[in-house]
């Protein structure tokens, strides 16, 4: 069960190590970690099937670190599309103004696909997920910008919640 430095913080997060995972032999702070388990019946091949699949390394782009090697179903594409128009943003607000944009067409807010897919936007060497899109020409970040930047290019990416491999019953992971 996946833990921090506290003794006590596992939640239900689990992991299953395909390697030694020594690193979990003794932490940072001389706690050590419980590791245990037994894959049954064909479980195994589930394993192998998910170890299989494209390994992306996502700690830069959610901000959590045990994502280092997260298989994905489909080839992750970071910030590399480019968006038609330009953007502005102002330092301490979460609003873009785009001039030539389609952010409806282009874009998806986690805000109206909840559980679903949704868009980031790097605008000038800053990334944000979208929140909302409230017109072609406007929408809603995350968090507020913390530089002005006024008429400039901005990229997006395809990381959308489909791309990963999820399970909703333990039942998936069993048959």
Excluded: C, H, K, Y
Aim: aromatic share 6%; glycine share 10%; hydrophobic share 35%.
């Amino acid at each position: 069960m996946a833990r921090g430095a506290s003794v006590n913080s596992a939640t239900s997060q689990w992991f299953i190590n395909t390697q030694p995972n020594t690193a979990l032999d003794v932490g940072p702070a001389g706690q050590e970690f419980t590791t245990f388990g037994r894959v049954i019946g064909n479980g195994m091949t589930v394993v192998d099937a998910i170890f299989a699949r494209q390994i992306t390394d996502l700690t830069n782009i959610t901000g959590v670190g045990a994502l280092t090697n997260t298989p994905l179903q489909n080839p992750l594409v970071p910030l590399t599309r480019s968006l038609t128009g330009t953007v502005s943003t102002s330092t301490g607000s979460n609003t873009v103004t785009g001039v030539g944009t389609r952010f409806t067409q282009e874009l998806v807010a986690s805000q109206s696909n909840p559980g679903g897919s949704r868009s980031r936007i790097s605008i000038g060497g800053q990334t944000f997920n979208v929140q909302s899109i409230t017109s072609d020409t406007q929408l809603v970040l995350d968090r507020a910008a913390t530089q002005n930047n006024n008429a400039v290019a901005s990229t997006t990416d395809g990381l959308v919640d489909n791309d990963f491999i999820r399970f909703t019953t333990i039942g998936e992971i069993l048959n």
